[in-house]
């Protein structure tokens, strides 16, 4: 975990500790949880569900990845900070049993503790999308987010990347720069079309 990181167990509770107690005594030692803080993934009572979104999304001002495994996601986020994006314009969050780990942007919409699917909704996901992006953390699937005004297409890319997908599922609308540049080329190669009398 990272310095702008914090873990919060269901009760509202900082403590790791208070977590892990927390789970043993409610759900004891044969849930698959990790006891003895080996790291081991939580595994999601009946197994993992089958997927329920498509690993990477873009919305109108946000990315969202869906990650399998931690050390992927945690590996996109590094690949954004190194890239120059900001705490607030990423985002990670993450259930390890009772625990809840969450990170950057996620942590300061303090997910654990205000529900996941309000904190997507304030970075720009659609309501009915965030609760099914909730399915997906209650699952054990590790979410980051990135706000990349500009910045779209090279946010998908690195998540594409990440989760081993070829394209979102919602490609996004041309950027304002991008349009505009081509559209004078357009009209240049209109006129210099041999034949043609204006």
């Not at 759900?27 to 009572?45: A, E, H, L, N, Y």
């Not at 985002?91 to 503790?113: N, P, S, W, Y």
Request: hydrophobic fraction near 40%; glycine fraction near 10%.
């Amino acid at each position: 975990m990272n310095e702008y990181a914090s873990t919060r167990d269901h009760n509202g509770g900082d403590s790791v500790a208070d977590a892990m107690d927390y789970a043993i005594q409610t759900v004891g030692t044969s849930s698959g949880m990790d006891v003895g803080g080996t790291g081991t993934p939580w595994v999601c009572p009946g197994g993992p569900t089958p997927r329920q979104v498509e690993p990477v999304r873009a919305f109108e001002t946000v990315v969202v990845g869906v990650f399998e495994a931690e050390e992927l996601a945690e590996g996109a986020l590094d690949t954004f900070r190194r890239e120059g994006f900001r705490r607030e314009q990423i985002g990670f969050v993450m259930r390890t049993g009772a625990l809840i780990v969450q990170a950057d942007a996620l942590a300061f919409a303090d997910a654990a503790a205000r529900g996941l699917p309000t904190a997507l909704c304030e970075l720009g996901v659609p309501e009915r999308e965030a609760l099914q992006y909730e399915r997906e953390f209650e699952s054990g699937r590790s979410i980051v987010t990135v706000k990349a005004a500009g910045r779209m297409r090279y946010a998908i890319s690195v998540l594409e990347r990440a989760t081993g997908t070829s394209r979102p599922a919602t490609a996004p609308a041309a950027e304002p720069q991008e349009a505009m540049s081509r559209a004078p080329k357009k009209r240049k190669a209109e006129m210099a079309t041999p034949g043609s009398r204006r």
